[in-house]
């Protein structure tokens, strides 16, 4: 079992930045391959990145590259998610997720592992 907690989110005006942290505690954190998601009301919830356990494989969805970095530090128990030039649209609850695989996973479901979430709203 892994636990894991996010922090950073918060408001932000579109253009601006948020850095957001999701720190592991449990089993050993560079077992897992980790994600992040998001959620709007009335929507399913969405692959935003994924890296894997060694950091060398990564992967974004769409609406998201060019403007956010995901990284981790398995020293720290921590996976990051840089984003940048944020817009309105982005605005949702952002999750991290593990599961215990080498490579990044894309969709919800391959993940066993969440954390409770963090808000992030962009103004307009």
Same mark, same amino acid.
């Given at each position: 079992?892994?636990?894991?907690?996010?922090?950073?989110?918060?408001?932000?005006?579109?253009?601006?930045?948020?850095?957001?942290?999701?720190?592991? &505690? +449990?089993?050993?954190? !560079? %077992?897992?391959?980790?994600?992040?998601? /998001?959620? *709007?009301?009335? #929507?399913?919830?969405?692959?935003?990145?994924?890296?894997?356990? &060694? +950091?060398?494989?990564? !992967? %974004?969805?769409?609406?998201?590259?060019? /403007?956010? *970095?995901?990284? #981790?530090?398995?020293?720290?128990?921590?996976?990051?998610?840089?984003?940048?030039?944020?817009?309105?649209?982005?605005?949702?609850?952002?999750?991290?997720?593990?599961?215990?695989?080498?490579?990044?996973?894309?969709?919800?479901?391959?993940?066993?592992?969440?954390?409770?979430?963090?808000?992030?709203?962009?103004?307009?």
């Amino acid at each position: 079992q892994v636990q894991l907690v996010e922090s950073g989110g918060g408001l932000v005006q579109a253009g601006g930045s948020l850095r957001l942290a999701c720190t592991a &505690s +449990g089993r050993t954190f !560079s %077992y897992y391959a980790m994600g992040w998601f /998001r959620q *709007t009301p009335g #929507r399913e919830r969405e692959f935003v990145a994924g890296i894997s356990r &060694s +950091g060398n494989s990564i !992967s %974004y969805a769409d609406s998201v590259k060019g /403007r956010f *970095t995901i990284s #981790r530090d398995n020293v720290k128990n921590t996976v990051y998610l840089q984003m940048n030039s944020l817009k309105p649209e982005d605005t949702a609850v952002y999750y991290c997720a593990a599961e215990a695989t080498v490579s990044p996973q894309l969709v919800r479901s391959a993940y066993n592992f969440w954390g409770q979430g963090t808000q992030v709203t962009v103004s307009s």
